[in-house]
């Protein structure tokens, strides 16, 4: 299909810069978020910028922040306050029909509250109180195992510590976090493959690489920082492919706003050289076809594969099975373009595969992993200088999270060293992730819920069920900067508890403190906010485990919850002695200028898999699986009763093969996850959320335009019908037989048991789905 150039000006620029100042003015940020943007990602004092993982450059920069960060910023360094007189004027029940933007700008959560079910209103409660309901909440469970654990990517590593421990020692594994829905199947796969769910990669590597295959990413939106890295790896003649079914305007050119000569004279830099225009769902028939070749052609690594890999064999037979058609059929791609790609990574001497969550989320999201990695131990590219795997991650903290042992499947290695660390006995059952979770407390089995931060409902598939299985628990918990939406479904006691920002001075008995976290390439780094809080009577996060800890273990307790809470130097004392690779942290981290990076097994060719080897994996679902799925759909949706939506469409189609589409989720310009900064999404120049993407072309196939309102309809896994719509048509430069929409509006499509087998990622990226296009009501116009 054509290429269509829906936004032609370079990613970043002026634009970016007027944008950034507008939000700090709109959120009544400007003084407090100017303040903080200067201290963002500095390397002595500063705080880790919370808008994504990217790590910092060893190279020091007045200012080291990008668009999205200083909208994240923004957000938490506003002045205006969710307070008392707040909830006192707006009913839990009418803030349920807020949208996610109102709720975000309502301000900062500045005291504790209590939801009165008899007013429909929270109510201010004291700490103490709010301890006291916790406590005996948790005290009346017939089981630990029914109270469910969450945790967003944002908590740093020494409250993240204290929170896992907290929640072991009450005697559960339950303990979901974000990377349930985000990169889970990275930390699955190269985990098994490799013996570490990490990136092999530094930032320095970046540098020295001669091709970057980007799998899945939209870095201009997402995690702009990584632009100019891209931008330098370029310019040293490094040559880049994108692998996307979208082709994003942030992959063209990049205008760095930190360049004079890029701002004053209107240059800008080439980022990468062509897009692989893939189908959706169709990464591992690509790289099957890749990998086909290059065996076929024996242009692989053979003493590496040799010395250090296992079960190749296997998968070389596997792969020469797979016939070109079924390649070309699942991906989307002609052999000769897949044969093209294949010689560039044959002649590359140094190859980095990165990806984001176009290649995790999905129910084959375990085997495009296993593929990439696949890949790379073909050519011998983990362990050497300039390539490797590099899953970019989003939150700035969920690695971090990970490693302090936010885990509900905790390896037996953690549970044993923190239990002789801390003389106190560790649950060896594994627990519920997000999935499992979710359909646990929809089926009743959870009683107690308490996430520690992150929008929990509204990020996982079935928002609206989780909603309503939230109103049943007998309690629910929320720590917290900002209100979301899943505060707003209460429990028969419901709480939130307002926390310090990441922006924000941590003062205690013991002086000044300063937090942690890892980002996406293994690199530990110090932040330290300088703002004053907004309220004086917030918490840490720390604190507020501490004296849950205190309140519900009482005086039997011999864990010093106060002393760590107070003293993060206590707290990084016992990571120290509990967690691989921490020896020393108070010291290191203190004289390290950027932090240090922890010891990464594969990077030295030191396999901690089964075999004791790099391990070599066969995909699980056949390369057809979405092509199949797509017909197979069809095929039955023809033969169901309710026939009035396809015969529709194929009445209205030149083609009558095309009866169900491939339905995508995406992030606008103006959000950060579940967080709805503003309407604009630049780079695909719409001003509203209630959009569907396709392709022109595909539209006047089908006899279809612009402006036209369509509904979305899908069949779950257990056959029951869901609807998504009205949305606007609006035009994408997009794959065939593929049409995108906003997440986190799009949830309620998806289904908890549409996910992959080993990692339960939920299927975000990849659902069939049928479209209508219904008539305009005088409403809709009036919208549109």
Known sequence: MRKIPVYTHPAAGWPALIASARKLMDYKAFLRGSISVLGSNQPKGGFDCPGCAWPDHKSYKTLDVCETGIKVIASE?????????????????????????????????????????????????SWQDAYARIAQQLQQLDSP???????????????????????????TNNLPDCSNMCHEPTSVMLGKQLGIGKATVVLEDFEQAKLIIMFGQNPATNHPRMLEMLAHAHKQGCRIISVNPMREQGLRKFRNPQKPTHMVAGQSDIMVDDVIQIQIGGDAALLTGIAKWLIANDKMNNDFIQTHTS???????????????????????AQPDIINLAGLIADSPATICTWGMGI??????????????????????????GAGASPVRGHSNVQGDRTMGIHERPKQSLLDSIEHVFNHPMPQENGLDVVAGAKAMIA????????????????APDTSTIQQALTQNQLNVFVATKLNETMLYPAKHNLILPCIGRTERLITAHGEQFATIEDSMC???????????ISKTLKSEAQIVADIATQLFGAESTIPWQAMSEDFDVTRDYIA????????????????????????????????????KAQFEVPKYSITYVADQMANDTANLKRSLNTQIITNQLNNAQS?????????????????????????????????????????????????????????????????????????????????????????????????????PDSHIPSYKSVTVVLKRVKVTDKLTDLA
């Open 577 to 612: 002695q509990a967690i691989d690779g921490f020896e020393d942290f108070n010291q290191r981290i203190r004289t390290a200028e950027r932090g240090f990076n922890l010891y990464h097994p594969a990077r030295h060719r030191e396999w901690h898999t089964d075999s004791g």
């Open 145 to 171: 195992d029914e109270a469910l654990f969450y945790t967003s990517g944002r908590v740093t590593n020494e409250p993240a510590f204290m929170y896992q421990l907290f929640v072991r020692c009450f005697g």
């Open 360 to 385: 995790t989320q999905h129910v084959q999201g375990d085997d495009n992993v296993a593929m990439i990695t696949n890949l790379l131990l073909l050519m011998g590219m983990i362990g050497i200088d």
């Open 77 to 125: 360094a506003m002045s205006t306050r969710a307070d008392a007189a707040f909830f006192a004027k707006h009913t839990v029940t009418e803030l349920q029909r807020w949208s996610g933007y109102e709720l975000e700008h309502i301000g900062r959560l500045s005291e504790p509250l209590y939801y009165d079910a008899a007013q429909d209103h929270y109510v201010p409660i």
């Open 523 to 533: 690199r530990i780094v110090a932040t330290q906010g300088h703002l004053k809080p």
């Open 311 to 333: 079960g190749f064999e296997t998968l070389k037979q596997w792969i020469q099975q797979q016939s070109w058609a079924d390649i070309e059929r699942g991906c989307g791609i």
């Open 656 to 756: 009558h093969e095309q009866a169900v589409w491939q339905l995508t989720s995406v992030r606008s310009h103006d959000q950060f996850n579940t967080m709805i900064f503003g309407y604009q999404d630049r780079y695909r120049q719409t001003n509203r959320r209630d959009v569907l993407f396709m392709h022109p072309d595909e539209m006047k196939r089908l006899g279809w335009q612009k402006g036209d309102t369509v509904m979305v309809s899908r069949q779950d896994s257990h056959n029951q019908a869901r609807t998504l719509g009205p949305l606007i048509l609006t035009e994408m430069d997009i794959a065939a037989n593929a049409v995108a929409t906003y997440y986190p509006e799009c949830n309620d499509l998806l289904d908890l048991d549409t996910h992959a």
């Open 444 to 459: 009743g089995n959870i009683k107690v819920f308490m996430s520690m931060g992150g929008n929990f409902s509204v990020a």
